[in-house]
Antibody
Framework: EVQLVESGGDLVQPGGSLRLSCAASGFTFSTYWMSWVRQAPGKGLEWVANINQDGSAKYYVDSVKGRFTISRDNADNSLYLQMNSLRAEDSAVYYC????????WGQGTLVTVSS | DVVMTQSPLSLPVTLGQPASISCRSSQSLVHSDGNTYLNWFQQRPGQSPRRLIYKVSNRDSGVPDRFSGSGSGTDFTLKISRVEAEDVGVYYCMQGTHWPPLTFGGGTKVEIK
């Protein structure tokens, strides 16, 4: 059974940083693209970033380019999202998802950016 | 960027009756490889999203056969043949043909009358 468990969400001040993690199990992690998708409170879904199998290709939504970095550790079956220069509009539940087509999702981790 | 437009925003349905959700894209979703990368997701209240349909009409494992996807080009539909109480939630379409960025529709809320 595929399991994705996010962690690292917290309350952070504007301009601050946070690193999200996603622990994957139940599938061969190193053979799949992975994605981060977010959902602001009461809003719809927004794709944030994805990364290919070996980490050599990374793509981002324009609003986070230069501030967020997606990465992965295939030896540890883990996906990461380093978030810098956080803004209020980055407040959301962040989900990790297996594949570009988001075949499986974690339970999400809440990031709140507020002073 | 490809804009995905869903309608209606809200869909009150009687239990046991059919429901239909429309998703339109601002450009054709036919990829150069011949596939059409249009997916549907269900998000029940308080839960994470779950993929129901991939590449227009392929049901994911464990998805009841009352859910079906159809369409082509820029016009797509998710149908529920007979709505059950557990189908309440918000449904999203997402395109994966022209990316980045991957883009979602705004969502359709299905509720019981």
């Amino acid at each position: 059974e595929v399991q994705l468990v996010e962690s690292g969400g917290d309350l952070v001040q504007p301009g601050g940083s946070l690193r999200l993690s996603c622990a994957a199990s139940g599938f061969t992690f190193s053979t799949y693209w992975m994605s981060w998708v977010r959902q602001a409170p009461g809003k719809g879904l927004e794709w944030v970033a994805n990364i290919n199998q070996d980490g050599s290709a990374k793509y981002y939504v324009d609003s986070v380019k230069g501030r967020f970095t997606i990465s992965r550790d295939n030896a540890d079956n883990s996906l990461y999202l380093q978030m810098n220069s956080l803004r209020a509009e980055d407040s959301a539940v962040y989900y990790c998802a297996r594949e570009r087509a988001a075949a499986d999702w974690g339970q999400g981790t809440l990031v709140t950016v507020s002073s | 960027d490809v804009v995905m437009t869903q309608s209606p925003l809200s869909l009150p349905v009687t239990l046991g009756q059919p429901a239909s959700i429309s998703c339109r894209s601002s450009q054709s979703l036919v990829h150069s490889d011949g596939n059409t990368y249009l997916n549907w997701f269900q998000q029940r209240p308080g839960q994470s999203p779950r993929r129901l349909i991939y590449k227009v009409s392929n049901r994911d494992s464990g998805v009841p056969d009352r859910f079906s996807g159809s369409g082509s080009g820029t016009d797509f539909t998710l149908k529920i043949s007979r709505v059950e109480a557990e189908d309440v939630g918000v449904y999203y379409c997402m395109q994966g043909t022209h990316w980045p960025p991957l883009t979602f529709g705004g969502g359709t809320k299905v509720e019981i009358k």
